[in-house]
Antibody, heavy 121, light 108 residues
Framework: EVQLVESGGGLVQPGRSLRLSCAAS????????MHWVRQAPGKGLEWVSG????????GYADSVKGRFTISRDNAKNSLYLQMNSLRAEDTALYYC??????????????WGQGTLVTVSS | EIVLTQSPATLSLSPGERATLSCRAS??????LAWYQQKPGQAPRLLIY???NRATGIPARFSGSGSGTDFTLTISSLEPEDFAVYYC??????????FGQGTKLEIK
């Protein structure tokens, strides 16, 4: 069974940094692209970033480009999101998600339960 | 950036009825459109990808159609567990893989 467990969320002041992690199990991690998708409280879904199986292809939403960095460690079956210069509008539940293929297709076949990031002074 | 507009915002139906949800793209996305279901307090679940392909384990009462700019998710006969929020998402032009704003399917 695919399991994606996010961690690292919390309350952070505007302008500060936070690093999210996602521990994957139940599948061959380095066979799939991965994503971060977020959902502000009471709002819809927003794709944040994606990374191919070998980190050769990476993409970001315009809203986070230059501030967030996605990475993965296939040896540790882990996905990361380094978030710098956080803003109030980054407040959301952040989901770790698995693509259908090794390269980024945006077809998200599995999701974690999310980790909540709150940006507030 | 491609904008996806879902309609209606809320759909009120009874179990056993047929549900038809719409997603319109601001420009052609070919057949690169997916549908997700999200229940309160849960993560989304993939239902349909590339307009008409059911994801693994999705019941046959869910079907998708359309191409270009107009897409439809149909639930042939609503079960109690189908009442949820539904999102469409395009992958034709990324980044980003934009989502629609959602349609809430509620019990009448």
């Amino acid at each position: 069974e695919v399991q994606l467990v996010e961690s690292g969320g919390g309350l952070v002041q505007p302008g500060r940094s936070l690093r999210l992690s996602c521990a994957a199990s139940g599948f061959t991690f380095d066979d799939y692209a991965m994503h971060w998708v977020r959902q502000a409280p009471g709002k819809g879904l927003e794709w944040v970033s994606g990374i191919s199986w070998n980190s050769g292809s990476i993409g970001y939403a315009d809203s986070v480009k230059g501030r967030f960095t996605i990475s993965r460690d296939n040896a540790k079956n882990s996905l990361y999101l380094q978030m710098n210069s956080l803003r109030a509008e980054d407040t959301a539940l952040y989901y770790c998600a698995k693509d259908m293929f090794p390269y980024i297709t945006m077809i998200v076949v599995a999701w974690g339960q999310g980790t909540l990031v709150t940006v507030s002074s | 950036e491609i904008v996806l507009t879902q309609s209606p915002a809320t759909l009120s139906l009874s179990p056993g009825e047929r549900a038809t949800l719409s997603c319109r793209a601001s420009q052609s996305v070919s057949s690169y459109l997916a549908w997700y279901q999200q229940k309160p307090g849960q993560a989304p679940r993939l239902l349909i990808y590339d307009a008409s392909n059911r994801a693994t384990g999705i019941p046959a009462r869910f079907s998708g159609s359309g191409s270009g700019t107009d897409f439809t998710l149909t639930i042939s006969s609503l079960e109690p567990e189908d009442f949820a929020v539904y999102y469409c998402q395009q992958r034709s032009n990324w980044p980003p893989g934009t989502f629609g704003q959602g349609t809430k399917l509620e019990i009448k």
